[in-house]
């Protein structure tokens, strides 16, 4: 078996695995009563939405975690090596986010900042500690290329630098993608399309098991997305949003290729920004708004694009964004 055909094999078996307990996990969501709560200030329409299983992002780390970590026990217990330990930094960057998203989901259902969560310092403070504990090991543990740019011969050294930058990529795009998780499937549709990118790469740099790893994630996300799609039975939370964002920049922190994501993930990168851009407009017009609302997918809605409609050209752009990524790595 080639190592693609291993690697695209190690997701439909994920996909088949987190399919079948998913069901399982939505009943006891409920029973604990686990449910999403809505922004007052947000579309009237997701008031809909108002109870729907939250934290469904153990559904997809939970089967990461489980598939990745029993490759790994192959490896160790017989001859094949079919997980390598480079693997264990995403996997612990997933987790090590996944448990601060699921505790900030926690605050958010049941402290009397009622949906608000953890307060934002100590949530950054988390965010960078655990983006710092990475970047340190990519550089000196895994000694990770540093950067490569399309049209550039050879490595490109950034000495000191690259602590602070991989750390910085890494919140960033925790950040963006837990902003882009607000509309059924939205926020898994972009981040499989994502995984799936930087897994191509990986197989081009001849990155067996960071290959294994990102199509693995793509297999676990698409059996998320059979809950997640419109109407949405479960929402993946801080829980998932938080996990994946980290996990998507660590793995392209290894391939090198980190320069590309804004160009990859185009779409959690305009949705950021339109956060940003809309809080320092307001700050600076007293009062006046850039976007009917903020992050971008709601500003959409409220020029009287449906929820689908808006998910799916997203996802357009999202896919044209990440063939446009692939071709910039082969240059």
Not at 235 to 263: I, N, Q, R, Y
């Amino acid at each position: 078996m080639s190592q693609t055909a291993m690697a695209l094999s190690l997701g439909g078996l994920t996909f088949l695995l987190t399919v079948i307990w998913g069901g399982p996990m939505i009943q006891v969501l409920r029973m604990l009563h686990i449910g999403k709560q809505i922004r007052i200030e947000g579309p009237q329409r997701h008031i809909t939405k108002l109870g729907t299983p939250t934290m469904g992002g153990w559904l997809v780390v939970i089967a990461v975690l489980a598939v990745t970590g029993v490759l790994h026990l192959v490896s160790i217990l017989s001859d094949l090596t079919v997980m390598g330990n480079s693997t264990l930094l995403p996997m612990l960057v997933l987790l090590g986010y996944a448990l601060l998203g699921a505790y900030d989901d926690w605050m958010g259902l049941r402290r009397e900042r009622h949906g608000e969560g953890l307060r934002a310092r100590w949530k950054l403070f988390w965010q960078v500690l655990i983006a710092l504990g990475a970047a340190f090991v990519l550089k000196y543990g895994l000694r990770a290329p540093e950067l490569y740019l399309p049209n550039v011969p050879g490595e490109i050294p950034l000495g000191v630098w690259y602590i602070p930058l991989a750390a910085f990529v890494i919140v960033g795009s925790t950040n963006a993608l837990n902003f882009t998780d607000g509309l059924d499937g939205l926020a898994g549709l972009i981040a499989s399309t994502a995984f799936a990118t930087y897994g191509a790469i990986a197989a081009m740099q001849g990155q067996v098991f960071l290959e294994r790893f990102s199509f693995t994630l793509v297999g676990a996300l698409f059996a998320f997305l059979w809950y997640n799609v419109h109407p949405a039975q479960l929402f993946m939370g801080d829980t998932g949003s938080l996990a994946l964002g980290g996990t998507l920049a660590v793995v392209a922190l290894m391939t090198g290729h980190w320069a590309l994501l804004p160009v990859i993930a185009i779409v959690p990168v305009s949705e950021v920004l339109s956060v940003i851009l809309q809080v320092t407009y307001f700050k600076l017009t007293k009062g006046k708004r850039l976007f009917k609302m903020a992050p971008l997918h709601h500003h959409f809605e409220l020029l009287g694009w449906s929820e689908t409609q808006v998910v799916q050209r997203f996802w357009l752009v999202g896919l044209l964004a990440a063939m446009a990524g692939v071709a910039l790595a082969l240059i």
